[in-house]
């Protein structure tokens, strides 16, 4: 098992930047791709980023346009999202997930999900 807790949502205003950070326990981090899907109200839950269980590859929604970067720290077990010029389009809860085996940008492919950190960008 898995176990995963996101932080680091909040309010912010359009053109601001949050990070975001997943902590994760359990099975090895290291062994695992990670990433963060969205769900915005009356939405599906859509990818944002993933990361590879070594870090070396990494994919993003072609919507972000370059805004957002993943990246993790194995020794701290945690996972990032650095997100700059937010717009009002992406206030939406936030969601880390881990999947044991291959990184994929498919949410239903992943495993393990912590329980949200919301987001909002106001305008």
């Known amino acids: 098992q898995v176990q995963l807790v996101e932080s680091g949502g909040g309010l912010v205003q359009a053109g601001g930047s949050l990070r975001l950070s997943c902590a994760a326990s359990?099975?090895?981090?290291?062994?695992?791709?990670m990433g963060w899907f969205r769900q915005a109200p009356g939405k599906e839950r859509e990818f944002v980023a993933v990361?590879?269980?070594?870090?070396?590859?990494?994919y993003y929604a072609d919507s972000l346009k370059g805004r957002f970067t993943i990246s993790r720290d194995n020794a701290k077990n945690t996972v990032y999202l650095q997100m700059n010029s937010l717009k009002p389009e992406d206030t939406a809860v936030y969601y880390c997930?881990?999947?044991?085996?291959?990184?994929?940008?498919?949410?239903?492919?992943?495993?393990?999900w912590g329980q949200g950190t919301q987001v909002t960008v106001s305008s």
């Open positions: 997930a881990a999947r044991v085996a291959t990184i994929t940008t498919n949410p239903y492919e992943y495993n393990y």
């Open positions: 359990g099975r090895t981090f290291s062994s695992t791709a």
């Open positions: 990361i590879s269980w070594s870090g070396a590859v990494t």
